[in-house]
């Protein structure tokens, strides 16, 4: 396990989408206040491009890079690589179940009305949208992992289309090794003790931010999730096991 660095850190959580990541935000608030977060108010008013574009990321840096500690939004893992900072990062991500990942992410884009969904549209209408399943869904969390700057369409970030397959795996689960800390989403509050006790963060009291209440759904449409993101449940899986090694009961 990587070792606190003793120098000021800033830290970046790449957050991967319906795994706990806004909660793991707000909590943090307990000890960033909201000049050192990104995003916030100040950076734009549309808060998907500001939290999922890199280039708008890059062009808010510029502005107030200097003051921002606490960096989250739906970047890939290395975004920190763009960036330029004097001070070192404690990079962290949270992992969920893949095909729990992917119901909740349908369900939030219903309740949420996202690209013309609402609560009566089929939720496997809204899995099937070309645009939705290539870019927010098919293994996305790989993905975050994975990608590299110079892969990355201008602007683009998780965004990128890649090829699936073994050595996209193997990339992803390097840069999950080589994180300073993870956690999983159904041990949350653990992931919030470890980074009190080993950075001195205080997260708060336990919440939950923009979650959505599960509903029973076709078992055949639970396979077919699985099927269509193989790589992120062997990354998952991989996850747990290395949680366990480094977390022993």
């Keep these: 396990m990587t070792e606190t660095n003793p120098a000021s850190p800033r830290f970046y959580v790449a957050h991967m ?7 793991l935000r707000d909590r943090l608030r307990a000890t960033f206040p909201e000049e050192q977060v990104y995003p916030n108010g100040s950076d ?18 510029a502005v107030r890079g200097s003051e921002i ?5 739906h970047f890939p893992v290395r975004v920190t690589e763009v960036l330029d900072s004097p001070d070192p ?4 991500t949270i992992f969920r179940d893949p095909v729990e990942r992917v119901l909740s992410f349908l369900r939030h884009q219903a309740a949420r009305r996202q690209r013309g969904a609402t609560e009566d549209t089929p939720i496997e209408e809204i ?11 098919q293994n996305h969390m790989t993905r975050t992992m994975s ?7 201008p602007g683009d970030g998780v965004l990128t289309s890649v090829a699936y397959d073994d050595e996209r795996l193997a ?9 300073d800390l993870f956690g999983l989403q159904d041990r949350l509050d653990e992931f919030c003790d470890e980074l009190g006790t080993r950075y001195g963060l205080d997260t708060g009291e336990p919440m939950r931010s923009n979650t959505t209440e599960a509903y029973d759904v076709p078992e055949s449409f639970r396979d077919r999730i699985a099927e269509d993101n193989a790589l992120d449940v062997a ?3 991989y996850a747990v096991e290395l949680y366990r090694e480094r977390h022993p009961a």
């Design 17 to 23: 989408q319906k795994t706990a990541g806004t909660t």
């Design 44 to 61: 734009g008013d549309d808060a998907r491009i500001s939290v999922i574009s890199v280039r708008h990321l890059q062009e808010r840096w």
């Design 69 to 73: 500690r606490l960096l989250t939004g």
């Design 89 to 92: 990062w404690v990079t962290m």
């Design 127 to 137: 899995y099937a949208d070309p645009f939705r399943f290539e870019a927010m869904i």
């Design 147 to 153: 990608l590299a700057p110079e892969e990355w369409g």
């Design 171 to 179: 990339m992803a689960k390097e840069a999950l090794a080589g994180l």
């Design 235 to 237: 990354l998952y899986d």
